[in-house]
Structures are given as C-alpha cells and as structure tokens.
C-alpha cells in the first residue's frame, strides 16, 4: 500500500529562519510527488510537481527537492505570509496524502 | 491557470434531505475530476474518482448510492449526499486533471457541510 509520512507535524519559525520539510513515501510506480500549500478552510493549493530522483523545482522562497525515498520542501527566509499547512503527496495508482506539516512563521 | 471552484462553499441542511455540489474547471478542460472528504485536522481521503461520461469508480468503504457522482461534462462534476445524516458534515473538495494528460490535480475551494 502506497504510503506519506510528513515531519515534522509542526514547525514554528522566525522570520527569515530557513528550515525545510519532509516527506518520506513509499509508492508502487511512482506517477508524480505533489506539494500543496492549505490554508484553514480552504482547498489545496498547487505547488510543485516532481517526477523523478534528482529533480528540483524553485518558487519564490520554495524550493522542493526529490530522491527516491524522501522529498524536501525547503524554505528559505519565511514570511508571516508563509504560515499554512503544506501537504505532500504521490500519485501511484492514486493520489494518497501525508498528514501535513503545519507552519507558523513570527514575525 | 488552472481554476476549479466549487459551489456552494457552505452548506447547512435538515438530516434526511439531499445535498448537490458543484465543481468546476473553469479555464481548462477535464476528463477526470475527483472528490475528496477532509475530517478537521486531518488529511485528504479520497471518495471517488469521476469520469466524463462513464461512471464514477468509488473507494472501498465509500457508499455509492449515497454519494452519487455525475460527471456530465468536461468541465462540471456533481456530488449529491443523498439523505445526509451528521455522521455526513465534513469539509468536501473536488479536484480536476487537464486533458493533456499531466497528473498534477487542481483543487477547488472545498464545501463546509453541516447536517443538524
């Protein structure tokens, strides 16, 4: 069975403290890793899509990186702004999801 | 972009009634759109997954006759929870894949069901 584990399950920042997120995943045919940014009440928001190990996609302060047994998220000098719960996911024969990390970022 | 919305965004209705929501792709076309439950804190689980003119394919454990799923067009899927109970109130999204075959799924805003 296809699996995401995010961590941490919350992380409280600084402002302008860079960290980064993971997501480990097992998958039968690895189709896509997805990062999504949710904000309270509302649907997810698209980030990244990554296909293979080694790929890396950039974002204003984002950048998703992908081995085969584990993505990271990386943020780099986050703003209030930033503060959501991203999700991570990995489309095998379906799209499952991680349980999320949340983010908060003080200023 | 890749616009859906969903409609309405909140919904409060009688148990026993039946609930219809709207999902739309709004500035591409989709074969596949998708529909999802999210309990409070928790992640995305996906109910069913809807073609354009064929039938919806559910997962295990999610009850077709009583969410039922019409994917009419390419750019409209309907979920209707039909004689909604509380058990029912949840947050439910749908999503929507483009034609050209990528796999990335776009979601919409999500519906806040509520069942008294």
């Known amino acids: 069975e296809d699996q995401v584990t995010q961590s941490p399950e919350a992380l409280r920042l600084q402002e302008g403290e860079s960290s980064s997120l993971n997501c480990s995943y097992t998958?039968?045919?690895?189709?896509?890793l997805f990062w999504y940014r949710q904000d309270p009440g509302k649907g997810p928001e698209f980030l990244f899509t990554?296909?293979?190990a080694g790929e890396e996609k950039e974002k204003e302060r984002l950048k998703a990186t992908l081995t085969k047994k584990e993505s990271f998220l990386h943020i780099t000098a986050p703003k209030p702004e930033d503060s959501a719960t991203y999700l991570c996911a990995v489309r095998g024969n379906k799209l499952v999801f991680g349980a999320g990390t949340i983010l908060r970022v003080k200023s | 972009g890749a616009v859906v919305s969903q409609h309405p965004s909140r919904v409060i209705c009688k148990s026993g009634t039946s609930v219809k929501i709207e999902c739309r792709s709004l500035d591409f076309q989709a074969t596949t759109m998708f529909w999802y439950r999210q309990f409070p804190k928790k992640s995305l689980m996906l109910m069913a997954t809807s073609n354009e003119g064929s039938k919806a394919t559910y997962e295990q454990g999610v009850e077709k006759d009583k969410f039922l799923i019409n994917h009419a067009s390419l750019t409209l899927s309907t979920l209707t929870v039909t004689s909604a109970h509380p058990e029912d109130s949840s947050f439910y999204i749908c999503s929507a894949r483009r034609l050209s075959g990528q796999e990335t799924q776009y979601f919409g805003p999500g519906t806040r069901l509520l069942v008294l």
């Open positions: 998958v039968s045919g690895l189709r896509g």
């Open positions: 990554l296909y293979s």
